[in-house]
């Protein structure tokens, strides 16, 4: 058995790492939005799969298993659909909800001051 076929499937791609990554390390009342960013990004910037993405979007939920993103609809359904696409589709996402996560942490800043 080699070394790689220990690591999760998100921890194969450095970009695919960093955006779920960063959405489980997300505080919790923003991980919602996140996601929910994701989906929207997938969608709006038509990428080849989006066809498929939305037959896929949510059909495979059971609710809460052992996998930290299960716990929550939208969410796993972002992080089912990240599975799907490529590098570049990857890379844009990864920016866009690196956009994202500053925008609702600055706001999240300015209403607790």
Known sequence: MTENSNLRWY???PKL???V???KKAPEDVKSDLAMDIIQ???QEN???SDELMGFAGK???GKTQRWYDSDEMIHTAVEMLKLLNERELQIVMREIADTYLYLL???TQDNE
């Open 47 to 49: 990428f080849t799969t």
């Open 41 to 43: 990004v997938i969608i």
């Open 11 to 13: 921890d194969r791609d």
């Open 60 to 62: 495979n939920y059971v």
């Open 17 to 19: 790492k960093g955006i």
């Open 21 to 23: 990554t960063l959405l």
């Open 106 to 108: 600055k706001n999240m």
